[in-house]
Nanobody, 124 residues
Framework: QVQLVESGGGLVQAGGSLRLSCAASGRTGSSSWFRQAPGKEREFVAHINWSGGRTYYADSMKGRFTISRDNAKNTVYLQMNSLKPEDTAVYYC????????????????????WGQGTQVTVSS
């Protein structure tokens, strides 16, 4: 069983940046970040395929967030710039066992492993 551990969350002012990391205890396939704000459902943020050659973002994150991975370190990153108060949420890393591309990468049921989440708070 692969375990995922997120880190890098914290408190930042609007317009600031944070870099989240998701370290896996073993090799994983495609990966995504999701987030859940208080009182809201968990939503898709960004996806990266196994090789790192394909990335996808939710519309509100395009141009501000960048997902990347280092397979040698079994780690996926989320660079978040120009943060807004509405980005405040618990951010979760998710990974699949599969390296095969899935068109439904935004679907939470596609993922086999989940981290415990890391809190990101953006103050205005």
């Amino acid at each position: 069983q692969v375990q995922l551990v997120e880190s890098g969350g914290g408190l930042v002012q609007a317009g600031g940046s944070l870099r989240l990391s998701c370290a896996a205890s073993g090799r994983t396939g495609s990966s995504s970040w999701f987030r859940q704000a208080p009182g809201k459902e968990r939503e898709f943020v960004a996806h990266i395929n196994w090789s790192g050659g394909r990335t996808y973002y939710a519309d509100s994150m395009k141009g501000r967030f960048t997902i990347s991975r280092d397979n040698a370190k079994n780690t996926v990153y989320l660079q978040m710039n120009s943060l807004k108060p509405e980005d405040t949420a618990v951010y979760y890393c998710a990974a699949s066992r599969s390296t095969v591309y899935s068109a439904t990468y935004y679907d939470q049921t596609n993922y086999d492993y989940w981290g415990q989440g890391t809190q990101v708070t953006v103050s205005s």
